[in-house]
Each structure stands twice: as structure tokens, then as C-alpha cells.
């Protein structure tokens, strides 16, 4: 099956700075999404990418789906403490972009981010 | 806004028991994805269902069953239970296969 290969496997940064995180696959996705998880809460939908080469930003998120339809990027500016939790990069194999059916995402390991004060 | 629901949050269960967890979508969607997500794992696809038909399988054991209701709710049956079971299951939802889908809040199941 698809596997997606996410990294930092976690951060620790100071409140302010920027974060990076990426997802990298050896398969095409047609839809990759990024996610939040708080412990024992559900993943919340941060921003969804549809369409390669595809550039999105969601306040001080900002996130790319990748020209090879194989990776992305989520980009968080200037950190705050609520930002801390799990993010989660997840692809789907048929989406919106290809008409299919209703695939299950494929997540990867998650990035723990912690903030320092 | 309405989200997804999810009951119970919580459910211990023994081994070899049965457990039912129920899943309402949000209004208006028709797709309902069932995920399991094991302690500091991410959460693994199980199964889904579009306009209460089958659509996808993941790694669901063949000891679990779920099905998609005509009011579009779903619930995932669980039987025989192993200690391996014990996890936290999301439903999502999504208005169509593909659009952008979005989860509930879990339910636990603990078996002891």
C-alpha cells in the first residue's frame, strides 16, 4: 500500500519562529490535506490541496501540493503556544480532482510540534 | 457549525465481547469513512461507504462490520475483541467521494 514518509518526525521551537514540515510519497495522490490533532480529539482540517502545483494559505498557514502530485509542504509562520499539537499530512488516491470514489486517506507518522516559551 | 458526532466517546469492553459505535455525518454529506488509530500512531484507514454502499476497504479485521444507514448515519460493529482493539475510532465525512472530509471527535474503546 501507499506509504507517505513525513518529517521533522518533531520540532522544538521558540514562539515566534517559523515552522516546516514536509510529506514525501512514492505514489501520486490526487488530493493531499493537512490536519491538527490535540490528544484524544480528532484530526481538524487545516487546509486541503486538490490540484498540482497547487499553492493554499490559511492565515498564517501556508501549505503546496507538490508539481509531481508525490509531495507537499505545510509552512506555519510566526508560532504561537496554541499551535502545539500533532500535524498530520494525509493523501488521497481518487479525490475531488479525479472524479473517484470515496478512498481512504492515507496519513503519515505525524510531526510533533512543541513550543518553547 | 454541525459536525461530525460520535457515540459513545467512551466504551470499555471485555475480551471476546462486542462493541457498536455509531457515526452521524455532518448534514448533507453522503460519504463516511471509519479510521483506527492505535496510541501515538496516525490513524489507519477501515473502511468506507458512499450513498450507503461500500466504496473502500482498508485494514479492517474481518471480525468488524460496518454499514451506511438511509438516513446516511453509519455504525461499525466489532466482535470476538482483542486486547489490540483498544483504540481511538474516527468517522468522518465528506459531501461526495473526494470532497474535503472532515472528522469527528473519536470514540474510545478500551478492552480489558
Redesign the interface.
Known amino acids: 500500500g501507499q506509504q507517505l514518509n513525513q518529517s521533522p518526525q518533531s520540532m522544538f521551537i521558540q514562539e515566534g519562529e517559523d515552522v516546516s514540515m514536509n510529506c514525501t510519497s512514492s505514489s501520486i495522490f490526487?488530493?493531499w490535506?493537512w490536519?491538527k490533532q490535540d490528544p484524544?480529539?480528532?484530526?481538524?482540517?487545516l487546509i486541503?490541496l486538490y490540484k498540482a502545483g497547487e499553492l493554499t494559505s490559511n492565515g498564517r498557514l501556508t501549505a503546496q501540493f507538490g508539481i509531481t502530485r508525490k509531495d507537499s509542504f505545510l509552512n506555519i509562520s510566526a508560532s504561537i503556544p496554541s499551535d502545539v499539537g500533532i500535524y498530520?499530512c494525509a493523501g488521497?488516491l481518487?479525490?475531488?480532482?479525479?472524479?473517484?470514489?470515496?478512498?481512504?486517506?492515507?496519513?503519515?507518522?505525524?510531526t510533533h510540534l512543541i513550543i518553547q516559551p | 457549525a454541525a459536525g461530525v458526532i460520535q457515540s459513545p466517546r467512551h466504551l470499555i469492553k471485555e475480551k471476546r465481547e462486542t462493541a457498536t459505535l455509531k457515526c452521524y455525518p455532518i448534514p448533507r454529506h453522503d460519504t463516511v469513512y471509519w479510521y483506527q488509530q492505535g496510541p501515538g500512531q496516525d490513524p489507519q484507514f477501515l473502511i468506507s461507504f458512499y450513498e450507503k454502499m461500500q466504496s473502500d476497504k482498508g485494514s479492517i479485521p474481518d471480525r468488524f462490520s460496518a454499514q451506511q444507514f438511509s438516513d446516511y448515519h453509519s455504525e461499525l460493529n466489532m466482535s470476538s475483541l482483542e486486547l489490540g482493539d483498544s483504540a481511538l475510532y474516527f468517522c468522518a465525512s465528506s459531501r461526495d467521494p473526494g470532497n474535503t472530509i472532515y472528522f469527528g471527535e473519536g470514540s474510545w474503546l478500551t478492552v480489558v
Open positions: 490526487n488530493t490535506l490536519y484524544g480529539e480528532g484530526p481538524v482540517l486541503a498530520f488521497q481518487e479525490g475531488r480532482s479525479s472524479g473517484g470514489g470515496a478512498d481512504g486517506l492515507t496519513f503519515g507518522k505525524g
